[in-house]
């Protein structure tokens, strides 16, 4: 067991002094996850309002679709998306494999459906009576769709935040899209698959701890919200 508590302390040595292969998966993983999360924010929001307030033909296959996105493996995204942006597919021509920029598109494909399916459930489940209300009010419709958003700010904000903890989490993804490439797009939890298999055990804590540090931080932020949204 000495490896473990040797690991652990060296972990802490790397953080503390700033080493820069640490630091550097650290920061690409934190520039990725949030244009990935923001991105599937701006998207899936108003297409989870749309799905939630509206009927129409086909809805019931497209929730069951959404819902069965959500738990697509990682790696499956990772192959799905790399058959689309590698050289011979559609997309190749944009250069998009072992970049950051194709490792956003992956995570998207991960956090997207999330979003969409959370928002949309947390939209009809206060979606008939407060529609009701607000239109007997008079309200306009951008206000009607104003109003409902802000009742439903807590599921959406946990959508969001339930759709980034699978976004900065994920290894799959980033491995086969981003190829792990030091200093470029290598991020914490491929650099731990990585830094572990070599036997750099320290290296593999320290991110770790970074990973816990930074969810722990996202639940904490959902609790305050929670509580200041209940008093």
């Given at each position: ?15 503390a ?27 899936g ?16 296959s497209?929730?069951?679709?959404v ?54 459930s ?56 981003g ?53």
């Amino acid at each position: 067991m000495d490896y473990i508590s040797q690991g652990i302390a060296t972990a802490f040595q790397l953080l503390a002094r700033g080493d820069a292969e640490t630091w550097s998966a650290v920061i690409t993983t934190l520039r990725v996850s949030s244009l990935s999360i923001l991105i599937s924010l701006l998207l899936g929001i108003p297409a989870g309002f749309l799905l939630g307030s509206i009927s129409f033909p086909g809805k019931n296959s497209i929730r069951t679709l959404v819902d069965t996105l959500m738990a697509l493996p990682t790696v499956v995204v990772g192959l799905l998306v790399y058959s689309l942006i590698s050289r011979r597919g559609p997309l190749g021509e944009f250069g998009l494999l072992f970049t950051l920029e194709g490792i956003v598109i992956g995570q998207v494909v991960l956090g997207l459906p999330i979003v969409v399916a959370l928002t949309a459930s947390a939209i009809e489940s206060l979606e008939i009576q407060l529609r009701q209300t607000l239109l007997t009010l008079g309200t306009t419709k951008k206000q009607l769709v104003l109003s409902t958003l802000w009742e439903a700010r807590y599921a959406v904000t946990v959508a969001a935040i339930t759709a980034y903890s699978r976004i900065i989490s994920e290894v799959g993804v980033s491995m086969m899209l981003g190829g792990n490439i030091k200093w470029h797009t290598r991020s914490i939890t491929t650099a731990m698959a990585l830094e572990t298999g070599k036997g750099e055990f320290a290296m593999g804590i320290a991110l770790g701890m970074v990973l816990l540090f930074i969810v722990l931080l996202v639940n904490l932020f959902l609790a305050e919200f929670k509580r200041r949204s209940a008093a």
